[in-house]
């Protein structure tokens, strides 16, 4: 089918490339993120990061928990996200060491999956919905495929980093399976909702294990992706 854009010219690239923003080469200099390629990304990254600190840093030097609360601002737009973070039992030393150690990263969606940074780390990240493609056992005992995911996935999780940043039924499941002695080295759980995502993350608190959550009904994968991501980057800078 012919359509009315087959008949005009199609404008070169070059044409419609325009910066965004003001190119700043100290910010540029200063950009050690992983993610930021460009010297426009890096300009965009590292003037976010210097609002953010703004915001949130009280000292004069930051915190390792200040610096995944930054990533958490910027990748929401909100920076009352920072009232609602929550670290317990020293997780970001215990996540740097798992990083470093190159354990796998258990997620319970894709879009975490995408989120996480491919650089920086040797860690394999896995989605649990791998583990029951047909649904065969969320079927069988009537429950989500996340949570069947982290069940069947039972025998790799210990000292591994989990992410979830949706399913409330998976952080559920990962609680379950540590009251039964299975311990990750690291949970990250920010899901959202109305149903089970603050009640969710209230468990994960209550956990002997290093997390890393929100508190309420907010959250969602770019929280998630944001702290592992940060996470990363610290463990990264600790190796140069």
């Known amino acids: 089918m012919t359509t009315e854009n087959n008949n005009k010219d199609i404008p070169e690239l070059e044409d419609l490339v325009e910066m965004t923003v003001n190119i700043d080469q100290e910010l540029i200099k200063d950009c050690s993120d992983s993610g930021a390629r460009t010297d426009e990304a890096k300009t965009i990254y590292m003037t976010s990061r210097r609002i953010a600190h703004d915001l949130i840093v009280k000292g004069e030097k930051e915190t390792p928990e200040e610096r995944v609360t930054q990533r958490c601002v910027i990748s929401?737009?909100?920076?009352?996200?920072?009232?609602?973070?929550?670290?317990?039992?020293?997780?970001?030393?215990?996540?740097?060491?798992?990083?470093?150690?190159?354990?796998?990263?258990?997620?319970?969606?894709?879009?975490?999956?995408?989120?996480?940074?491919?650089?920086?780390?040797?860690?394999?990240?896995?989605?649990?919905?791998?583990?029951?493609?047909?649904?065969?056992?969320?079927?069988?005992?009537?429950?989500?495929?996340?949570?069947?995911?982290?069940?069947?996935?039972?025998?790799?999780?210990?000292?591994?980093?989990?992410?979830?940043?949706?399913?409330?039924?998976?952080?559920?499941?990962?609680?379950?399976?540590?009251?039964?002695?299975?311990?990750?080295?690291?949970?990250?759980?920010?899901?959202?909702?109305?149903?089970?995502?603050?009640?969710?993350?209230e468990e994960v608190r209550k956990m002997d294990v290093p997390s890393i959550t929100c508190i309420g009904t907010r959250g969602g994968t770019p929280m998630a992706v944001a702290c592992v991501n940060e996470i990363v980057a610290i463990a990264k800078e600790r190796d140069e």
């Open 76 to 201: 929401t737009g909100d920076p009352s996200v920072a009232d609602i973070m929550s670290y317990t039992n020293n997780p970001v030393e215990a996540g740097v060491e798992a990083i470093k150690n190159g354990a796998p990263i258990f997620v319970d969606i894709n879009m975490v999956k995408a989120g996480i940074t491919k650089k920086g780390h040797n860690c394999e990240v896995l989605c649990v919905l791998d583990e029951d493609q047909n649904a065969e056992v969320a079927k069988k005992y009537g429950i989500t495929r996340t949570a069947a995911g982290f069940l069947l996935a039972r025998d790799r999780l210990e000292g591994s980093i989990v992410a979830i940043g949706n399913a409330p039924s998976a952080a559920l499941a990962v609680c379950r399976m540590i009251e039964h002695g299975i311990k990750p080295a690291l949970i990250v759980g920010t899901p959202v909702g109305f149903v089970n995502a603050a009640e969710s993350k």
